[in-house]
Every structure is written in C-alpha cells, then in structure tokens.
C-alpha cells in the first residue's frame, strides 16, 4: 500500500487521477505521521467503536481510524475523490465512504442504521475524528452536538483559533458563545498544534487539534435550553457594551425587565458579557425564562 504521508505519492495519486484541488471545500491534505498518530491516539480507539469521519479527502486518516476501530464511516463531498478513496481503502473493509454533505446528514440516523443490523453491528460506542474543512468548522460543531448525536468524543483538527475559543475561560478575548456551547457539551482539551507546512496544499492559517468528550450530564441546569444560547448570544451581541446594554440592543426584553432581571440573578448590569461564567449564564437565563412566563 502506498504511504499517504509521504508528499511524493500524495502527488502522484492526484495526478493520475487528473484531481483538482479545491480550496473552496477546504481540501487542506495532511501528511505527517506524527499528526495522525496524536489525533487516533485521542480518540482511544477500540475495536468496539464505529467511528464516522467527515472529509476523508484522500484517506490517510481513514486507513489509521480503519485499523483501530471497529467500523469507519466516512461521509465525503467531493465526488472526484470518491476514485481515489476506493483505491486507497481497498485494503480496508471495516471503512464505508458515504458521499453526501456532512452538514445535512442526521448522524444519529447514520448510526442507527449502522448498528441496528447493519455494517456497524455490535457498536459500543460512537466517535467522530476528523481533519475537518475550516470553512464550515463553526456550523459543523454545532450540528455535531445539538442535532441528538449520541457521541462519546469528538477528536477534530480545526484552525488554531478557532481551537482555542473552544476551550476559553471567561474574561479572556477568546470567550464567547461558541465556547459556552461547547462548554456546554463537552470538555475541550486541545491535543496539541499543527503546523501549516504538514498539509498539501498549505492552508493560510495555523491548526489545532481538539478532543471534546462529551459531558454525562449538562454542568448546569436549565428551564430551557433554547432561551439559555438566546440569551448568550445576546449577551455576546455587543462585545464593548456593558451587559446590560448589549442585553437590551439585542431585543429579548426592555431595559427596565432587564433591570429587574439582572437584580434578581444578583448579576452586576455594568459587567461585560464575557466576564460570566455558565453558571452565572445559567442563572441570568433561567431568570429571563421565567419573567417570560
Ligand atoms: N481527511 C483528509 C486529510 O486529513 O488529509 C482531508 C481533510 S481536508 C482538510 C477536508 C475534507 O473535507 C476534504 O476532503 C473536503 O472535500 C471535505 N469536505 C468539505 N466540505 C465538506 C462537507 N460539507 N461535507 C463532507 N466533506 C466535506
């Protein structure tokens, strides 16, 4: 089998194959062992684990994920690559490619129809690992954890920065409401950084990659989930604004219930958005739900 990792066969296969790049699907191929042994090792594979991965590009990911776990899923957009992929996943049986748009496939679904009887039978447990297309890395996430996937661990190279908002703390620059979403649902733990000179093409912009292991249960509890991000992002609306003004700028309620709102959640209004912790977030939230009442 032809070594993937190695820039010489990488572009040899894509000029047999008379394959066009297309930086617009955020075709970023990497080829460093090291990185994928890091990213596999994170997702601690077993051979009871049906894995799903999004854009398998040109399998190099796929073949380490095919070799560790029970089952891979591999749910790629590209139908030029689609060739390509089953040349470089003969070897593997255990590695199914789906060709669809990853942003519109109902995972939970997949995995149910992979299990119950099907090629992923036996599943213990789900993960998704992925070197995934930056240009979409916010709307996948968050299809990822609110769409009733039931993962265990999600192990995914993304930009750098986009990483590190993930895993932020509040008061720092990086915390906003993609990190409380995440939060929310996992605990983040970057794996480590990825240098652009490790891909073909070199993408522009420095990689991370994420372990995000799902939470048993949510660190807060909530009346409603739907109000509780309504009312991060409002509080996120107008990061230079005090909370009190972002708050009444996006809308949700008039100042003076936001006031009122603020005073029962014992919440500072002159504080900023990003100064709250989800616990405070919780607090304001179930507050503002039920003075919807
Ligand atoms: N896994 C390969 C690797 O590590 O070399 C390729 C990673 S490349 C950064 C991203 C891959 O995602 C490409 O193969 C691209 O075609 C695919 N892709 C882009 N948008 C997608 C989408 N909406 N759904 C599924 N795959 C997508």
Redesign the pocket.
């Known amino acids: 089998m032809r070594e993937l990792t190695s820039p010489s066969v990488v572009k040899d296969i894509i000029n047999t194959y008379g394959f066009r790049v ?1 930086k617009a ?6 080829m460093d062992a090291n990185i994928i042994d890091k990213i596999v090792n994170a997702a601690e594979l077993t051979p009871g684990d049906l894995v799903f ?6 399998g ?3 073949q380490r994920l095919a070799r560790s776990a029970g089952k891979v899923i591999a ?4 139908k030029n ?1 689609l060739p390509i992929l089953t040349e470089t996943l003969t070897d593997f049986d255990n590695a199914q490619v789906v060709h ?4 519109k496939v109902d995972f939970d679904r997949l995995a149910a129809e992979h299990t119950e009887g099907g090629f992923g039978k036996g599943a213990k447990s789900f993960k998704l690992v ?7 890395t916010t709307p996948i996430l968050m299809h990822l954890l609110t769409s009733g996937f039931n993962f265990d661990c999600l192990v995914v190279m993304m930009q750098k920065e986009v990483a590190e908002r993930l895993q932020a703390s509040p008061g720092g620059k990086d915390y906003g409401s993609l990190s409380i979403a995440v939060q929310y649902y996992t605990v983040p733990e970057i794996v480590t950084r990825v240098p652009k000179t490790v891909f073909f093409p070199a993408p522009d912009v420095e990689s991370a990659v994420i372990q995000l292991t799902r939470r048993k249960r949510p660190p807060v509890t909530l009346e409603s989930e739907e109000v509780f991000f309504k009312v991060v992002r409002a509080a996120f609306g107008q990061r230079r604004k005090t909370l009190l003004n972002s708050l009444t700028g996006s809308g949700l309620a008039e100042k003076e219930t936001w006031i009122k709102i603020l005073e029962e959640a014992a919440i500072d209004p002159t504080r900023r958005g990003e100064t709250l912790t989800i616990e405070d977030f919780a607090n304001l939230a179930n507050t503002y739900h039920r003075y919807q009442e």
């Open positions: 297309r699907l955020g075709q970023n191929f990497l991965e999004i854009g398998p590009g040109l190099v990911l796929t749910v790629e957009i590209d690559l669809a748009d990853a942003l992925a070197n995934l297309p930056y240009y979409i």
